[in-house]
Every structure is written in C-alpha cells, then in structure tokens.
C-alpha cells in the first residue's frame, strides 16, 4: 500500500504526466515509502491483518507499535529480560491505546527495562501527514524530470523508448528500467526536503534513553 498516488503527484504539481514520467513517478512511489518507513522507524496502513506477539525493550511506561495507525489492541504481556523469565499478562485496564493514530500504547508503571509482546490490528489507513509528505517528496524528485534540467534517461529526463511497433496505430515501450535508475540518481542527487522531514519527525518513535 503505497503512502501516495501517481494521481496525488500530478495534482500536487498542477501536471499530467506522459507515459515516460508517470514511470518514472512509478519508480519513486517505493522510494518515498522506503525513506519515511526509515526515518519513522515504523509503517502505515497496509492490509489490516492482526499482529500477534510483537516485541519492544520498555524504555519507559510506554511505547510506540510498529503499525500504525492502530484499530485495536487485543494483549500485552511484560516480561524480565533474563533466561527462564516468564510472559506475564497485562490486564487490559492496566494498559491504554493513548493515540491510535501514532500507536502510542501506555502500559503500568513500573517495567522500565523489560520486555513487553503486544498483540494488535492496524487500521487499513494511512495518516495524512505521511500522504503529505510522500506527494511532496516525489514531487520533489520528480521536478527535474518535468522541467527537462534532471534525470539520466534522456533529453528532458524522459524515459528512453526500449521499442515501438507501428501498424495502424503507433505502440511505444518505455525503458521502465531506466526510468528506475533515473528515480535512483534523483532520489541521491535532491535529497529530503526540510518540511518533508519535519511532517515525518512529528510522527517519529520517541526514544527516552
């Protein structure tokens, strides 16, 4: 499930792509997902599919699920963390889905240093500020390719044509494997932009050492 849309891009950036670029956009889609999913430190959305057993060192009362946004959480369990330790279960007025967007669990005081194993279903949708922020980081990679001053492909940073049959109509096969290495070369080249780094910081995991 992809943070944004080729759709979303072109609105962003008030232009309808061309075959060439809508593969290159294509390209940056996974890109963008695979920056915000490393500098969160988690992922959004996907299929709502339960999550049993998930593991966390407790830093303090709290801590953040690696799904989210989060429907429900369905067990929470505590454990020492020293060989023979046993899962003991968390009752479930002993722990509290603080925000379901983030998923921020608030378990009983008292287990800084342990471990805990959540069971959990994600929701199947995606917070807006991360949507934001992929539309505007393909966006931002892309715009070199649109204005013709970027990408390795060709003239304008077009995809180059890998063949075309003409019949009564003209049939063209864009390179979508250059289209990927021109996305790669983009996404190196123009880094993150600062407000894209700041949408996904406000949803970033705190860690309280």
Do not use: C
């Not at 390795?152 to 180059?160: C, I, N, Q, T, Y």
């Not at 290495?181 to 190196?188: C, D, E, K, P, R």
């Amino acid at each position: 499930m992809a943070y944004t849309t080729i759709e979303r891009v072109q609105r962003a950036m008030g232009a309808e792509f061309t075959a060439d670029q809508a593969a290159e956009a294509s390209a940056l889609l996974g890109a963008a997902d695979a920056w915000i999913d490393s500098r969160a430190g988690r992922t959004w959305g996907g299929a709502a599919t339960p999550v049993v057993g998930e593991l966390h060192t407790l830093y303090g009362d709290w801590l953040y699920l690696n799904r989210a946004p989060v429907s429900v959480v369905t067990s929470a369990e505590v454990r020492y963390p020293y060989a023979g330790s046993a899962w003991a279960a968390t009752p479930l007025s002993g722990w509290e889905l603080v925000n379901p967007a983030t998923g921020h669990l608030l378990l009983p005081r008292g287990y800084a240093g342990w471990w805990a194993r959540v069971g959990y279903t994600p929701a199947q949708v995606v917070d807006p500020r991360i949507s934001l922020a992929a539309t505007k980081l393909v966006a931002h990679w892309l715009a070199p390719v649109l204005s013709g001053s970027g990408g390795a492909a060709g003239a304008g940073g077009a995809a180059p044509i890998k063949s075309y049959t003409l019949g009564e109509e003209l049939v063209v096969q864009y390179d979508t494997a250059q289209a990927s290495a021109t996305a790669a070369a983009a996404v190196s080249a123009l880094g993150v932009p600062t407000d894209v780094v700041g949408l996904v910081d406000s949803l970033r995991e705190v860690i309280v050492a």
